[in-house]
């Protein structure tokens, strides 16, 4: 089947600085990929849908200067936590419309981001 | 606005007895409606979808779903719970006339199978 990678898998880093998370779709190709972020034990919310080729569409309520995406490829879309602070913390998970069937989608494995 | 509720936080079943995680939504037009399943640290797996035709959807690890259109509900079912089926389950339906596969997920229910 599909399948969709997140790297890292987990990552730590300090107050103020910027963090990278990738998510590729290592089988097929994807115009577009969502992300989502996951507090513990509750849902997934989405933070904003990634285009291939364009801007991505951001939720209300979500910072786009603060969560930079750029779908550079149809198989990589990156998100990058601006000066992260702890309350940026928390279990970001991308997923990804199986291009010839898009009632299905396939997800990452998640990163979990600490910032300290 | 569309929605989905599992009305449920928790499920407990003891191993071997049926087991049923609840799910109603609320769409306008005909639902695509999906069941995932989340282990721990881990992202979301497929379980089942239903999209149309018959109302029973059989999925994943011998999980089913009734879609009940007059009740708006979509129950996840399994007839014997299995001590490894204890994970985080979610529905989600599609948003309607949505071209990119946007998704709509419940708050999620745990599922607790004891042996």
């Known amino acids: 089947g599909a399948v969709v990678s997140q790297h890292p898998s987990r990552v730590i880093c300090k107050s103020g600085t910027s963090v990278k998370i990738e998510c590729r779709s290592l089988d097929f190709q994807a115009t577009t990929m969502f992300w989502y972020r996951q507090f513990p034990k509750q849902s997934l919310m989405l933070m904003a849908t990634s285009n291939e080729g364009s801007k991505a569409t951001y939720e209300q309520g979500v910072e786009k200067d603060k969560f930079l995406i750029n779908h550079a490829s149809l198989t990589l879309s990156t998100l990058t936590v601006t000066s992260a602070h702890p309350e940026d913390s928390s279990f970001y998970i991308c997923s990804a419309p199986w291009l010839a069937d898009s009632t299905e989608q396939y997800f990452g494995p998640g990163t979990r981001l600490t910032v300290t | 606005a569309q929605s989905v509720a599992q009305p449920e936080d928790q499920v407990n079943v003891a191993e071997g007895n049926p087991l049923t995680v609840k799910c109603t939504y609320s769409?306008?037009?005909?639902?695509?409606l999906f069941w995932y399943v989340q282990y721990p640290n881990r992202g979301l797996q497929f379980l089942l979808k239903?999209?149309?035709?018959?109302?029973l959807v059989k999925g994943s690890y011998g999980f089913e779903a009734e879609f009940n259109k007059s009740q708006t509900s979509f129950h996840l079912k399994k007839p014997s719970a299995l001590v490894s089926d204890s994970a985080l389950y979610f529905c989600a339906v599609r948003e309607p006339y949505s071209n990119t596969g946007k998704l709509i997920f419940g708050q999620g229910t745990t599922l607790q199978v004891k042996p």
């Open positions: 769409v306008s037009g005909n639902p695509y």
């Open positions: 239903y999209i149309t035709g018959d109302n």
